[in-house]
């Protein structure tokens, strides 16, 4: 048996920080994904490819968890893992901070247990995650406050209204892992957490009443809050021309390189948007335009 399965990656998050010491972010899942096949006995194209490394890894520490428990014998588990190969592939920017390893990873995972037999929890899906690295936890539906490094805090916020999302970025790369291990971050966070407090009312009272021009609020108070941490030289000037086109707000990517412009999901002039985009800051690079999803981690028999 082969199964499909997707999860979606994020632009950036609505708000990241801390508060009274314990870090976390609040997800913004996009309709951009990863996918995994598992259970394929023939070679696929090659725009399917072998599993990076940390979704790799994230197979692997499926079929220990597996093997350990008793569900399959280790003979059955070398034997499964040669015959029934787990393929990934994702349209998500990598290293732009839209969560794509963590998309890799679930769906890695996923694949591999069903490939077993099995579904994976989202608990389970979260302890592996974290195991590998600081992660998003886009495979959640709907939007979710999520410790993203022990995992501690997992709380539904509930469904995002529907929003679309211009996506620009500044260029290079982040690795997550070294971002989060350098000297001071502890402190830099900590500074924030008045305005991370007021950002996450904000975004709570958004998200009751389906207000997305609250919910702009929370993220640009957030993404403001951000500049002592990973400073991005054209965040005030792109939120300006944003106002100009009725934006609702400006979300980033807190430990990435990507802008986002948030308007409603209807009658905003994103043509014209874009491009004075282009013509006031050339040097930021348009990538994509998106839309908000509730859907996290879904599978299906092929």
């Known amino acids: 048996m082969s199964y499909y399965v997707r999860a979606p990656g994020t632009c950036g998050e609505f708000l990241q920080g801390s508060i009274d010491g314990q870090p976390f ?74 969560a794509s390893s963590s998309a890799d990873i679930s769906v890695a995972a996923m694949a591999t247990a069903l490939a077993y037999g099995r579904a994976l929890t989202l608990e389970e899906l979260k302890d592996i995650s974290l195991s590998i690295e600081p992660s998003d936890a886009s495979f959640y ?73 609250l919910i702009g609020q929370a993220a640009t108070l957030s993404a403001f809050a951000n500049q002592r941490i990973l400073h991005k030289p054209l965040l005030y000037a792109l939120h300006e021309i944003g106002n100009h086109f009725n934006s609702v707000g400006t979300i980033i990517a807190h430990s990435g390189t990507i802008m986002g412009l948030l308007f409603p999901s209807d009658g905003a002039p994103l043509a014209d948007c874009r491009a004075a985009v282009h013509q006031e800051l050339p040097d930021l690079l348009y990538l994509d335009t998106v839309e908000t999803t509730n859907e996290g981690i879904t599978f299906m028999k092929r």
């Open 141 to 213: 539906p709907g939007v979710v406050r999520f410790d993203y490094i022990k995992g501690t805090i997992t709380e539904p916020l509930g469904q995002c209204p529907p929003m679309k999302i211009m996506i620009f970025d500044e260029g290079g790369e982040i690795d997550t892992v070294s971002f989060n291990a350098q000297h001071g971050l502890h402190d830099l966070i900590a500074e924030k957490e008045p305005y991370i407090k007021e950002s996450l009312a904000l975004f709570k009272e958004g998200i009751a009443t389906h207000n997305v021009s």
């Open 25 to 98: 972010l609040v997800t913004c899942p996009i309709n951009r994904y990863s996918y995994a096949l598992s259970g394929v006995k023939q070679p696929l194209r090659p725009y399917y490819c072998s599993l990076q490394p940390k979704a790799a890894l994230a197979a692997q520490k499926v079929v220990n968890t597996l093997v350990a428990e008793g569900s399959i014998p280790i003979s059955a588990a070398l034997q499964r893992a040669w015959r029934s190969p787990v393929y990934v592939r994702s349209d998500i920017a990598q290293g732009k901070g839209m």
